[in-house]
Structures are given as C-alpha cells and as structure tokens.
C-alpha cells in the first residue's frame, strides 16, 4: 500500500526536451540595462525578477517661437527611457540554461545582489552565485508574497477572480477595492500558511497538509469517501446535508474491498484537503471579520480542480458570506516581494505601475481540452511586464462608490457575441492600422518591417484573446484597444496619428474665430443648444442634422439646469484633436467661463488614436487664447486649467487617474463632470455613477454598438445625470438668466 | 404515528396468542411503560451501537409471562461479551442499578460494525423480534438506509430519530445518573507536559453552553445552549473514518485497534516536516515554534524519507494530522461562538489516548489556557442511550 505515495510523485517526470523553446531574447528582453535582479525558486518553478530601463520614441509637440505660418507646431519623435518590471516563470529544469543567458547578455549592471525567495533558493544558491557573481541574498517567503500580493492588488486592475467552473467565463474578475486592506491571504504551499493583511503586513501562520496530484481530475472520490448517502442512504434532510456530501473522508477505504484506483484515492486526497483548507480559512476569515480571502501557492497554480473545490468549500462553509479570490498573477507574488525589498531605494511603491500587455503572456487557459502538451510547452515559459507610470494614479474623488465603480459599460468575456464582433472588428481594423503606422513615419525605412512586427503581435494577442479571453482580465473594448497601443508603443509606433491630428488641429483653427462670432450672434437658448450640437459634431466626420429626441435624450433637463445658477467648477474630459477640440469643446468651455464657471480639461497624457494629448492641448489653448479674450481671461486667472489624465488610451478609467488631477477636481470642489466621445462615455463610464452632476455625450459610430444600444448608425447620445439625492436645480428659479 | 396503527389493527383481526401480547402491551402503556426488551440504536457509518436495558426486577408473575424469545434476548445479551466475529459488550460501561422508567436494570453497551448490519436483521428476523411488539428507536444515519431492510426483511418497523438530539440527550441522561457513582466526564491536567499529564474526573455541572465535538466516521460540532436548544456550527469529513481509511491504505491494517496499536509505538515527526526541518529552528516572524508541523507528511516527498519509516510512524503521523485538524476546527469554533467549554465525545476517542491528550494540549495552548477540553467515558454510546430514552418517552404520553 505504501507504494501509493511513491508513484503519484514520480509519475510527473518531466517527458519534455530540456532546451528552450522559445527564442531566449525575447522571453529575457532588455536584459542590457538589467539591474536589481529577484528570483523566487518553488518546488516546480523558477521566478525571476529584474529592473530595467526601455528606450522608446515617443513623439514630443514643440511650439513654434512665435508667427510660424508653416504649421502650428513641431512634432519630433524624441527616444525616452522609461523604466520597466520583468517577471518570467521557467521549470526549474531550465535554471542552468536561464543563468547561462543571463550571465552572457548581462552588461555590466552595476548590481552586486540577487535578493532570493522560496523553498528552492538555498538549493540553487551555489549555482546562482557561481554562474551570475552576484550575492545571492535571502528574504523570507512569506513577507515576500505579502509584499507581491500588495503590489499587484495596487497597480493590476482585475488581478482577483473568482472561479466558477460552469459558468459561460470561468473567470470573473473583481474590481479591486480601493483600499485593499485588510484581508486573508491563503498559500497552499507543501504547509498552508493563513496571513491576515492589515496595513502593511501580517499576523499568522501555518500548517496543513501536502502535495497535490493531477491524478485527482480524472478519479471517482465517491468509491473512496463515505457520503452522506452511505449512511444515511440519502440526504439528511433535517441538517440540510445533502447525500452526496463528503461524511467521511477515507471512510470507506478501512471496510471497502481494496477496489479503487489511485485516481480516486486522489481525488478523494484533493476533495479532502481542498474543503479542510476551506474550512480553516472561513473559520480564520470569519474570526477576523474578513470578507476578502486570496488563495495562492503551487497547490491552486492553474488547477482548476482546486480552484473549484476550494471555492466550493468556501460557498459551503460560509453560505456565500466569504469570496474565495485567486489572483492572476499569483505565480509571481515571491518574486514580485523579493524585487520590490531589493529595490527599496528606487521607492517602486511610490510609483504606480501598469501591466503591460504586449509584454505580458496573461493568464493561461486551463480548460482540460487543451492539448494539455500544448499547455505544456506555453506554459514554459510566462511572462509579466510591468511599467512604471510617470504619474501616480488614483481615484477620481467624484465616484460615488469607487468600490463598485466598473469602467466597462461591457464585459466581453461574458458576452460571447459581442467578444466574436469586436475581435473580428479589430482584427478587420488591422491592415488600416499597419498602414498608418507606416505613414506617420514616412520617412524611416524600416518602419515598414516594424510594422509587420506589429502586426503579428497583435494578430498573435488577437488570437490569444479568443482562446482566452479572460488573459488579462476582463475582456472589454477598452483592453482591445490599450493592447493595440501597447503593442504600436512595443515596435516604436509612439503616435501614428500625430500628423493627422496636426493637420487637422491648423485647420480647425483657422475656423476657431467665425464659429466664436456666429455662436455669439445667437440668442441665449439657440446658443446653448448649438453649443451641445458642437460638442457631439466635433466628435463625429459626417454630422448630419440629428432631429431630436436623440437615443438617449436629457437635453431638456440640461438646459433647465442651465438657467439656475452657475456650476462651481467642471471637469471636462476631452476627446478628439481638430475640429472637436477646437470647434466643440473650446466654445463650450467659453461659455462656461462666461457663465462664471471654472473649467479643468482633462486631456490624455501620452497618445492614443487622434486623441488630443496634454502637450498638443497646451499649444492649442495658447494659439485659441490669443485671439480670444475669454480663453485667455480664463488661463490668466487660474479658471481654465490644463490637466493631464495619467492615461494613454482613447478610453477612461476613472479610477486610475493623475493624482494632481484628483487634487486640483479637490481644490476647485468641482460639482459637474462632462466626458464626451465613444471610448470615455459609451465604451466605458456610460454607467460611472457620480456624486456630483454629470454629463455623458457621443455620437454613436458603430452601427453594431448603436443596434445594441436599440438605435441607429450615428444615434445621439445626451445623458445628463443628477445623483439620488441631491435636488435637481430645474425648480431654483434663477434670477440671472445669462442674455 | 406508523407503528401505532400496526397495533390498532391487530386488535381487530388478531389470533388470541397476539391479543394477549397487546394486553401486555396496553398494560405497559397504562403503567407509562413500553414492553420489553428496551433498546435503543444508533447506526453510524463504521458502528452499530446499542445499548439494552436489563430488567433486574423482575417478578415471577412476570418472570412466567415472559415469552420465550424474550428471555432467551435477555439470556444472549448478558452473559455473553462478544456477539458473532465483530459484535462486542464493553463490560466495563455497564451502568448497573439504574433505575429507568420506574424499572431497575442494568445499561448494557454493546457494539458491531456497521458491515454487519445485515447479518443482524437477519438475526432479528430468526429470533422473531416482531413478535415482541417493541418499538425499536433508531438514529444515525442507518436508521434511514436500512429502514427497508428492517421491514422487508424482519418484519420491523423503526422509529426513526435524529441522531443529534439524541446525542445531547443521551449525554445529558448518563452525566445525570453519572457513572455507577463516578463522575462520567474527566479532563487531563498538565496536557502540556506528557510525564505529569494525567487524567482528572470532574462533574458536568451547569453545562451549557458547551461546544460538543462528536467524532465518529466524521465529525459535526455543535453549539449547545441546552437540552433542547442547539446548532451544527461545522462539520468536517476528517474524522475517525478518515483516520482508520487512511491507516488501512497507508499500513495494510485492518482494524481500528490495530491502527491506534501501532500509532501508539509511531513517530509522526519522521513522516511530518516541521518547521525546523525548513528553518533550522523557530520561525520566529511569524511565532511558530520549530517543533511545530509545517507539512504533514511533508517528508513523504522524498524517496529517502519514504525508505527509512516504519508503517507505526505512518499511523501515528495520520493520527496526529486528523487530531490537529479537528483540533484546530475545535478550537476555531469554540472562539467564534464564544464557548469556552469543549466536550468532545465520538468513537473515534475510545482506547484513544494519544487523540484525547492532543486534543487537551491544543485547546489548552492556542487558547492560552482558556478553552478547556471536557472527555466522557461513554465516549459513542450517548446517539444510542438518547434513542433507548425516546423509546421510554414516546410510551409516557399516549
């Protein structure tokens, strides 16, 4: 009987060539400017960690000194560095290979120690210091994954899930709440170690309990387990215990004749270990009082079948009470905590960081169908990118509940027939893309064949997406499309609308005064509603006259309001460059100003599409305050201010945001917020509820979307809210009525 | 109720032996006595516990009154200890001159595996049990899953109960009468130390509110507020059975007595990794102390490891994990529902030690000496004494 235990863990020998099978440089990438290098070493596999610097070509806007007539201003293409995280997951059976390369494409970095994690880490600790020279220095396992499990809680929206095995999407993710602490963190190692997280780390502690073995999905646990049934020959009505409950683990193997396979002992081994670790965890979560509980450690790693039994436990134990969460990135938390201690002096918790998605491998499929050979092999070796973010991001203080707040009006992953159109509709989009790409830099050879690179690794994370769609969180229009531009950033395709977008922004100019002067020859009422009409045609090319009532139609209410007294200050979140900008949005900030209103724009901070970014929006509003008064009035008396939003994507997430802009919407008690375009207001935040008034406009471009949304080709959207309790100002009968 | 109707019918169309048995019968009610012979069951999932009350006062009216196959139960009973292969009497619980119902008696306990149920009906169905026209009081779960074998094969008619309340009832009942003059319930002093522990009667005065842990093949853990006001807080398949399935699987045992013999000669610390198998020592961030387990059979990873155990420490390494959990579980529960007395009763804890002095070292040191671990000598047998109860309550009202 012995023998049981003996062959379980010899049965996994690894079959595979020990040669990697992917192209070394690019699973290893920046390793030139490698330093503060971390690697968490676990029974299976190998996490290594290291710091480095990335030069990219972003594009810069410049203005020209003074009455240029060429154009209105300068871009240049300029190399920045920024700085990124790198985490690649390996078998330790690739370790020697893994060091070999590093140590021969290492230049001199400068670092003397490689901060070490993980129950491996003294094994190989003679190997990495004779292959790397570097000191190989200790950290405890558990502050590490404490540390990790903060970090990626902090910076990677949608990193917890929770698992339901027969669901449409297995995986569906949390919004994590903006405080994160405290909560309970479970890593089911070869022990079980229970921490209770409050600030910055700990309490408690430990045991339970062993390895767990694959032969467990394929076993019957009911020939090995008593039930409930077996005794009682059905359910035990009166306790609420079902029959086919577990009553005794192991029970019937003392009487049964010995006539189970090693799969169901197995099974019976996970089934009995998965619901006692449940069980302890509840009963240490209900204790403490907490409700968010994490899993980790290599017995969860990617098995499906503890993720389900442990959160069937959970559900049991706790009726619903507990969520059992499993983190996507869960794998890395060691080495993630074993970096981030050595790299205490670069303070990487005072910056906020992003994952990075064209270098990121995402989360792998773990639906048994796979080719599990083919799992196998992608699975060799994984990869997370994280970069670091100029500014630090934050919520916008305007939520109303930041712990519920969703950016995404869809979830792809749960959608299946909106996933299948808008993959196919970026897939579609692609050659456009490709072809703008190579136009914005006519004048470099090679961007022809960084294109194509381009396009292969968004074809390649397009494909991905459809496997999986739940790679890297949520699925939704907005990843599609940050995906797009981390991968067009990726091959240096900084901003391949710059020139569009500058051709465009000189010639809505020179519209910029006749629009001002026509919009002012209007009465009061016909202004405003021309104002509006502005703002919605400057975001569309072929505006037609939309006869109202629009799709969604709160005008009505909006101009009401407008008659009342004069908002505090707005928050406007800006879209398009060129004619929206210029000719829509600007005269409308003019006459909130006029009204008496202080403006804050929000403009992306790096590019994306033709959005207009910060910098391009800095010139504008120059060259606009310079032939009109009131602009100019504006940014003299600290009443229009430009703000970055901290994001480079043509949508919105309200909750990570600059922090100055969090400040100064603070400082100006901001009391409306207008988010106007597709990406901001329909794609996401068309459901963002506010605490303060709020106004969400677009003009629907998608025929699809709009049919969606029960409307046509170039619908209008007007939505004007006032949040639950605060009183409408439509009764307020204003004294002073703008002429 | 079921088994009343039975009666009422014979009473219209009996032969005239069977009306003289329902006088019998009816007398008994009138004197708020059922019939004898007065059993209670409890039918767990590895064991059949029983117990018989033995009239000790009988008259010789009665004496020659008695049927047959009545005295020839009473006869098989008491004079033997063992029943077949597997059935036994544990002589040593009898709880003699107790007074039950205004008759006085001896409490017999005896005990067979659940296997053996068949073999039992069997037995009731050769000896011609339903024609003594008793009520026969069940509980556990085999009250249900053999309730048919019963009727179709003995011709009998359980009354099914509920296995908790029958527990609590049972409990309450033998801590009540106590133990032939002793104290029914003990505890260990100095669970800490294994020279000086030793085991202590004590009373169960003012019991509630108690947490009861009863490990049988699983465990439930409950929270009692008084005889007749209690919940299932938890429960957990890590129990007895866990323990003895495991055993047989890991050593080629057979029997529960074989396995808690050889955990008795074992050491788990060659099979468990503790924490200073990984840390040298204490791992002194986190409070744990080196002796602590970090990984049950956590050695059994290793191929060298594996060589160089015994099948005792193997037994003694399943019987601490499952103890340690339960404890753990235990002790848990006893914080969260605010209980600070913890009885554990159940099967598994019979010729136990090694279980009951775990079990008083865990509560008494994660608890930091609040929580006490309470032990009952009757350990499996309440489930069956509240069923026999049920049996004497159900004739007294009509």
């Not at chain 1, 871009?75 to 790198?86: D, K």
């Not at chain 1, 703002?535 to 006259?545: E, R, S």
């Not at chain 1, 945001?657 to 068309?686: F, P, S, W």
């Amino acid at each position: 009987m012995a023998e049981c235990g003996r062959a379980d863990s010899s049965s996994t020998t690894h079959t595979m060539d020990k040669s990697i099978t992917l192209p070394p440089d690019e699973i290893f990438r920046n390793l030139e400017n490698a330093k503060r290098f971390a690697i968490d070493i676990g029974g299976s596999l190998t996490k290594l960690a290291y710091y480095s610097t990335v030069q990219h070509k972003v594009a810069k806007v410049r203005s020209f000194e003074q009455n240029a007539e060429v154009s209105l201003y300068e871009i240049s293409e300029q190399e920045e560095v920024t700085a990124r995280l790198h985490f690649i997951k390996f078998e330790n059976a690739y370790i020697e290979t893994c060091l070999d390369f590093i140590r021969d494409h290492l230049v001199n970095t400068g670092t003397k120690v490689i901060k070490a994690t993980g129950g491996g880490a003294h094994k190989f600790k003679e190997l990495i210091e004779r292959k790397l020279g570097l000191k190989v220095d200790k950290e405890d396992e558990m502050t590490c994954l404490i540390r990790g499990c903060n970090f990626v809680l902090r910076n990677i929206p949608h990193e917890a899930f929770v698992y339901a095995k027969h669901a449409d999407s297995e995986f569906r993710f949390q919004t994590t709440h903006p405080d994160i602490f405290p909560y309970l963190l479970v890593n089911i190692g070869s022990g079980v170690s229970i921490v209770k997280v409050t600030t910055k780390r700990r309490i408690f502690r430990t045991t339970r309990f062993d390895e767990l073995l694959q032969l467990a999905s394929k076993g019957q646990h009911a020939s090995v387990d008593m039930l409930v049934r077996d005794i009682y020959g059905g359910s035990y009505g009166s306790l609420g215990l079902t029959g086919d409950l577990i009553a005794s683990s192991f029970g019937k193997s003392a009487t049964a004749d010995k006539g189970f396979s090693k799969e169901d002992m197995a099974k019976s081994l996970l089934h009995m270990i998965s619901n006692d670790i449940g069980q302890l965890a509840c009963l240490y979560a209900k204790l403490h009082n907490l409700s968010r509980v994490y899993f980790g450690g290599f017995f969860i790693r990617g098995h499906p079948v503890t993720m389900h039994t442990i959160t069937y436990s959970i559900n049991f134990f706790t009726k619903g009470e507990v969520q059992a969460l499993f983190l996507r990135h869960e794998g890395y938390l060691g080495a993630i905590g074993a970096f981030l201690k050595g790299a205490e002096e670069d303070n990487p918790n005072q910056y906020s960081w992003g994952e990075n998605y064209a270098g990121s491998s995402g989360l792998m499929s773990v639906s048994p169908e796979m080719n599990p050979m083919q799992r196998a092999r992608s699975g060799t070796f994984d990869m997370l990118e994280m970069d670091r973010l100029e500014r630090q991001l934050v919520n916008l203080p305007l939520l109303q509940d930041p712990s519920s707040y969703i950016p995404d009006t869809m979830d792809l992953t749960e959608d299946a027939l909106a996933r299948e159109y808008w993959l196919s509709c970026f897939e579609e989009a692609l050659d456009g893309v490709v072809k703008r790409a190579v136009a914005s830099q006519p004048d470099i050879p090679e961007a022809i064949e960084r294109s194509e690179k381009f396009r292969q690794k968004y074809r390649h994370k397009l494909q991905t997406l459809r496997q999986q769609p739940f790679a890297y969180g949520s699925l939704t229009v907005r990843s599609l499309l940050d995906t797009r531009e981390h991968c067009l950033n990726e091959f240096n395709f900084p901003d391949p609308y710059s020139k569009i977008k500058q051709r465009e922004n000189d010639m809505a100019l020179r519209y910029y005064q006749k629009a001002v002067k026509s919009l002012e020859q209007l009465s009061w009422e016909q202004r405003q509603f021309a104002l509006v009409r502005g703002v919605l045609a400057g975001n569309v090319f072929d505006w037609g006259a939309k006869a109202r009532p629009w799709l969604v139609d709160s005008y009505d209410q909006w101009l009401q309001r407008l008659k009342g007294p004069p908002h505090k200050c707005a928050l406007f979140f800006v879209d398009n460059s060129g004619v929206d900008i210029i000719l829509g949005v600007m005269p409308f900030v003019r006459e909130l100003l006029s009204r008496g209103t202080e403006v804050v724009l929000a403009s992306n901070s790096g590019p994306a599409l033709n959005d207009v970014t910060n910098g391009e929006l800095q010139i504008l509003t120059e060259r606009i305050a310079a032939m009109d008064p009131v602009i100019q009035a504006g940014l003299r008396d600290d009443r229009l201010t430009l703000v970055q939003s901290g994001s480079s994507s043509p949508c919105l997430d309200l909750s990570r945001l600059d922090k100055v802009l969090a400040m100064v919407v603070r400082e100006r008690q901001t009391d409306l917020v207008i988010i106007e375009g597709m990406g901001r207001a329909l794609h996401t935040n068309y459901y963002a509820r506010l605490s303060c008034e709020s106004l969400k406009t677009a003009v629907i471009k998608n025929s699809w979307l709009a049919e969606r949304l029960g409307g046509k080709l170039f619908s209008v959207v007007f939505k004007y809210e006032v949040p639950p309790g605060k009183p409408s100002q439509e009764d307020s009968s204003a004294p002073s009525t703008p002429s | 109720m079921h088994y009343l109707h039975r009666g009422d019918d014979a009473e219209c169309n009996g032969s005239p032996a069977k009306r003289c048995r329902l006088r019998r019968r009816t007398e008994s009610v009138r004197r708020s006595r059922p019939p004898f012979p007065w059993f209670g069951m409890d039918i767990g999932g590895t064991l059949v516990k029983l117990v018989y009350f033995e009239p000790v006062d009988i008259t010789a009216e009665e004496e020659q009154e008695e049927v047959e196959n009545l005295k020839s139960i009473r006869r098989y009973l008491t004079s033997n200890v063992a029943y077949g292969k597997t059935g036994v009497r544990d002589v040593h619980l009898e709880l003699r001159n107790l007074t039950m119902c205004g008759r006085t008696g001896n409490l017999h306990f005896i005990r067979f595996p659940t296997q053996a149920m068949p073999r039992f009906i069997q037995m009731g169905r050769d000896k011609n049990f339903s024609s003594l026209h008793t009520t026969l009081c069940a509980t556990g779960g085999g009250a249900y899953k053999f309730e048919n074998d019963f009727r179709s094969m003995a011709d009998l008619e359980l009354l099914k109960l509920d296995e908790l309340d029958c527990l609590i009832r049972g409990l309450l009942y033998v801590d009540r009468v106590s133990f032939n003059g002793h104290p029914e319930c003990y505890y260990f002093q100095n669970p800490a130390d294994t020279e000086s522990c030793v085991k202590k009667p004590c009373t169960l005065e003012d019991p509630f509110p108690m947490l009861l842990v009863n490990i049988g093949s699983g465990v439930s853990i409950l929270a009692v507020y008084s005889e007749n006001d209690y919940k299932r807080v938890t429960g957990t398949s890590l129990g007895g059975g866990t323990f003895l399935g495991l055993c047989c699987l890991l050593t080629g045992c057979e029997t529960f007595e074989e396995a808690l013999e050889m955990a008795s000669k074992g050491d788990s610390t060659n099979v468990d990794k503790l924490v200073k198998d990984i840390y040298g020592g204490d791992y002194e961030r986190f409070g744990l102390q080196g002796s602590a387990v970090a990984s049950s059979f956590g050695h059994m990873m290793s191929q060298d490891k594996r060589d160089s155990i015994s099948k005792e420490d193997l037994a003694r390494a399943t019987l601490v994990t499952i103890t340690n959990n339960i404890g753990s579980i235990a002790r848990m529960c006893a914080v969260n529902e605010k209980i600070e007395r913890v009885v554990f009763v159940g099967n598994f804890l019979r010729i136990n030690t090694v279980s009951m002095k775990l079990l008083a070292y865990a509560m008494d040191f994660w608890s930091k000496g609040q929580l006490r671990a309470l032990f009952l000598e009757h350990e499996g047998y309440f489930g069956a004494v509240g069923a026999l109860m049920e049996l004497l309550k159900t004739t007294e009202d009509p």
